[in-house]
């Protein structure tokens, strides 16, 4: 193999040492032995050194080797540079990549265009002339406008006269009134069906005396004793008969009940309603005392059935057949 094809055939793009056979030492006047030992070429298998990547620059690739060069240039010099120049890689082109132009959305184009538009509309509009704006506009005009002609024409304007209208308020407040009237009642009809309808005409006092005889003569009540200006009350609902002085109860009271039954208060301090009145059950009439024929302060209490003049009969049963028990 010539020395050409030797260079050739070990020849690649990444650097690696050519080798080449021997070749009879030449020695000339003009070169030193140290020249002399510099031009000896290398003999023998040689190890790839790789160029390191730092120093390449991207373009070619140079022929680092200087003894096979030094080689062929003793052979013949046109078969060096024609080795050489096959040897030259070509520089690669560089290829820039551009980045990507975003396309524009057509929505954001149309909006854009619709926002200036609206300007310009606007602009315009507000800078009209005055004559238009001072137009005058009636609402009929402004309706027949929007609904029609033809719908303006079907739709006739309605009304009443004022004498219907001040009917129909006159209706109203009276339905007002009837509607508060029956609440009212409704109120009253729960109101009395919760309050007692008998009550125990005095409250906390001691029963000290019953329907029975006493000291050789009958008493025809009870006697509840308690601290003098307790109040008492009404045993049911009805209209006070009597109110006033009494003989031997000093003042008493005399009530008359829807059942036809009178009660009678007797020794009281103080009478607090007069005759007429009417009184529910529970109702204060009067406050505690000890007038007329009396030891100390106490209620004295009986019931006439049938009427103020009628049969005297025991307080106690009829009391608890109403709900009240002493």
Do not use: C
Request: charged share 25%.
């Amino acid at each position: 193999m010539t020395a050409l094809h030797e260079a050739t055939a070990y020849d690649s793009p990444v650097t690696r040492e050519l080798s080449a056979p021997a070749l009879p030492r030449q020695r000339s006047a003009g070169r030193s032995g140290a020249t002399a030992r510099a031009a000896r070429p290398t003999t023998g298998s040689h190890r790839r050194v790789p160029a390191p990547r730092g120093a390449d620059t991207g373009r070619h690739y140079a022929v680092r080797s200087a003894a096979p060069r030094r080689a062929l240039a003793a052979a013949d010099p046109e078969v060096l540079e024609a080795a050489l120049a096959d040897r030259v890689v070509q520089q690669q082109p560089l290829v820039v990549r551009r980045p990507r132009r975003r396309l524009v959305r057509r929505h954001s184009v149309l909006l854009a265009a619709l926002v200036a538009g609206g300007v310009v509309a606007g602009y315009f509009g507000f800078t009209g002339t005055d004559d238009a704006r001072a137009e005058p506009t009636s609402v009929l005009a402004a309706e027949t406008e929007l609904v029609g002609n033809d719908e303006a024409a079907i739709m006739p304007m309605a009304s009443i006269t004022v004498v219907q209208a001040k009917a129909r308020l006159k209706e109203v407040a009276a339905s007002r009134k009837d509607r508060a009237h029956a609440r009212a009642e409704a109120e009253e009809a729960a109101r009395e069906a919760a309050r007692p309808k008998w009550v125990l005409p005095i409250k906390g006092a001691t029963l000290t005396s019953t329907f029975a005889y006493r000291w050789g003569t009958f008493h025809y009540g009870i006697d509840l004793a308690a601290p003098m200006r307790t109040p008492e009350y009404s045993a049911g609902d009805g209209v006070v008969l009597r109110a006033g002085a009494a003989s031997g109860f000093g003042l008493a009271v005399y009530i008359l009940h829807e059942n036809g039954d009178v009660t009678v208060y007797g020794h009281m301090e103080e009478i607090l309603v007069q005759p007429g009145d009417y009184v529910e059950a529970g109702d204060t009439i009067a406050l505690l005392g000890m007038r007329g024929e009396s030891t100390g302060p106490h209620l004295h209490f009986e019931v006439h059935q049938g009427g103020e003049y009628g049969t005297k009969i025991d307080p106690l049963p009829w009391l608890r057949a109403r709900g009240v028990n002493i």
